[in-house]
């Protein structure tokens, strides 16, 4: 039985540890859960039996043998450290905050843990991985969101978004800079990195509109192996529209996989 530990207990931990006790009580259990908010891992807690403990990152960390994170950026670069620490195996959502510790996965590896990171809202990566052993020339995501989708992000502090009226391309730059001002919003960024030429050379376009219901991601690969064009539309979550529909039934899909 694998024991879990959730750290975020928002959209995508809360879809995480229903999907656990609904679809997985016979390989895993929840054994503690963290939010910032304590509320809101309180809530989750009384929804689960038996009632998991709720408690800080370590505590939890060292009663797990899988440390899901899903609760951003700012955190999930220490979980993941903290996890490789103890041993333990850890699936990251907040993919960002890997990008200044990407040595960590080889980390794992040595120590015997693992650190799983889910396709989240793209498709495209097993090919990407694989051209990955050869020679690759360029990789760029093109990513479409409804204003919703992007509001709130630190590189709108000085511009009002709602003042958009028309299709308009907001960001273009690489990877690196896309995770630090959309840390939110474009950890398929990171993603797409971390499988492929690193966030310095990724490059990344985002787009937004009035008229889009749906988050877009456009990948293209190009390399000695040919090219690559692999385009998802997203539903956006209910609950958090910052948040795929995929990018949550990606971390259960993968959970599904290691358990
Ligand atoms: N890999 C992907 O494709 C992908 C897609 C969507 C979201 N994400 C990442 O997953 C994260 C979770 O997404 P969500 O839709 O569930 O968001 P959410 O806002 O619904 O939930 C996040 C939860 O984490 C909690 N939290 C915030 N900071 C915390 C901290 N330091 N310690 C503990 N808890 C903390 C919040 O209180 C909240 O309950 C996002 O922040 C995003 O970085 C990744």
């Known amino acids: 039985m694998k024991k879990i530990g959730i750290i975020g207990c928002g959209t995508i931990g809360t879809a995480v540890a229903e999907f656990i006790q609904k679809r997985l009580k016979a390989r895993a259990r929840i054994v ?9 891992a309180e809530y989750l807690a009384g929804k689960i039996r038996p009632r998991p403990a709720v408690t ?12 899901i994170e899903a609760a951003g950026m700012k955190v999930s670069g220490l979980v993941a450290k903290k996890a490789v ?4 195996d850890a699936l990251i959502m907040s993919t960002g905050g890997l990008l200044k510790n990407a040595g960590l996965i080889r980390k794992a590896r040595a ?8 396709s989240g809202a793209i498709c ?7 051209a990955s052993i050869g020679r690759i020339k360029k990789v760029t995501l093109t990513t479409r969101k409804p204003i919703r989708g992007l509001k709130g992000a630190p590189y709108f502090k000085n511009r009002d978004i709602d003042k958009i009226k028309k299709e308009t391309l907001v960001f273009s ?13 474009i950890n398929v960024a990171a993603t797409l990195s971390l499988s492929g030429i690193g966030p310095r050379r990724t490059k990344v376009r985002i787009i937004t509109s009035p008229r889009y219901t749906r988050n877009t991601h456009e990948v293209e690969v190009e390399g000695e192996f040919g090219s690559i064009f692999a385009r998802t539309e997203n539903v956006p979550s209910r609950e958090n ?4 529909q995929l990018a949550i039934f990606s971390a259960l899909a993968k959970l599904k996989e290691i358990v």
């Open 32 to 40: 503690a859960l963290c939010d910032i908010d304590p509320k809101k």
């Open 124 to 130: 495209g990566l097993d090919g990407l991985n694989a």
């Open 85 to 88: 620490l103890h041993k333990k």
């Open 173 to 185: 730059g690489n990877a690196e800079d896309a995770v630090r001002h959309f840390p939110k919003n």
């Open 56 to 67: 800080v990152i370590d505590s939890l960390i060292k009663r797990s043998d899988l440390v």
């Open 241 to 244: 529209p910052k948040t795929s």
């Open 111 to 118: 120590k015997g843990c693992n650190i799983y990171i889910p």
